[in-house]
């Protein structure tokens, strides 16, 4: 497994006393969905092999989240990522600091923008659902035994009259 199933599990059982949550496969880890919009995830920092946070904490407190233990900016492919950092194992170790961190995405959550509407959702046909015909009773009389189909007549071979 990429990450830690204890984390995960001290993770979820916290989430779970304060809201529902999804989890979801994500970034070599795992994310923990609120409202269709991740909060907090486990995933393994590859150059030391230990697990990490990733706090979905907000632009408003990006700057200050820096400033606490084990904690550091978020970046994919190079670039930052504002409003989302990595904590590691000294910023999360006690309950408290880890429940801290589940707050702090919890409350930027509820501010978050709802996720826009894929376009490719958009312009895909929308299906229709058709329900299905009720079923009958069919009575026996009502029943009419199939007919084999009428064979074609051959045409009738010409014979030839001699004179």
Not at 12 to 40: H, L
Not at 112 to 127: F, G, S
Not at 136 to 152: I, Q, R
């Amino acid at each position: 497994m990429p990450y830690s199933a204890e984390l995960a599990h001290r993770i979820g059982k916290m989430m779970t006393e304060r809201t529902g949550y999804v989890e979801k496969q994500m970034f070599g880890g795992v994310a923990f969905m609120v409202d269709d919009k991740m909060c907090v995830g486990i995933s393994r920092d590859k150059q030391t092999g230990e697990d990490r946070l990733m706090a979905r904490v907000g632009p408003g407190f990006h700057t200050e989240a820096l400033k606490r233990p084990g904690v550091r900016e978020m970046d994919f492919a190079g670039r930052p990522m504002m409003g989302f950092v990595f904590i590691h194992p000294e910023g999360y170790n006690s309950d408290a600091d880890l429940l801290f961190w589940i707050e702090k995405t919890l409350e930027f959550n509820r501010q978050a923008p709802a996720k826009p509407v894929k376009k490719r959702a958009l312009l895909a046909p929308k299906e229709k659902k058709v329900a299905p015909a009720p079923l009958k009773s069919v009575k026996k009389k009502d029943v009419v035994a199939a007919k084999p189909p009428k064979a074609k007549a051959k045409p009738a071979k010409k014979v030839a009259k001699r004179k």
